[in-house]
């Protein structure tokens, strides 16, 4: 990332680039899981989607590039590290600040 961000900092006929001014987080597209800090490990992705949780987000919008392989593998690595994670979780229907989660 950061050699892209030198690239497209530098792009242009005058040597400055659109995104001459962006920090890091302004370079990637926000799809991508960089502000969400969804990227890493099936681990890392799995303890921050239920960290998230915790917080009371119970809907999460993701972007995969290579749709078919990439559902596939969340669905298989991520999606039972999250389970297991949740199980550890106070039951969501007696929670009162938070809303009932359903896969």
Do not use: C
């Amino acid at each position: 990332m950061e050699g892209f961000g030198a690239a497209v900092k530098q792009a242009g006929p005058d040597q400055k680039g659109m995104w001459q001014d962006s920090g890091f987080e302004d370079l990637v597209q926000y799809n991508d899981g960089f502000r969400t800090g969804l990227i890493g490990t099936p681990e890392q992705i799995a303890e921050r989607i239920v960290a998230y949780r915790r917080l009371g987000v119970d809907l999460f919008l993701l972007g995969f590039l290579h749709y078919h392989e990439e559902v596939r593998y969340f669905g298989e690595r991520v999606l039972p590290l999250v389970r297991e994670l949740e199980a550890g979780l106070p039951d969501p229907e007696t929670r009162s600040d938070s809303p009932a989660l359903h896969a």
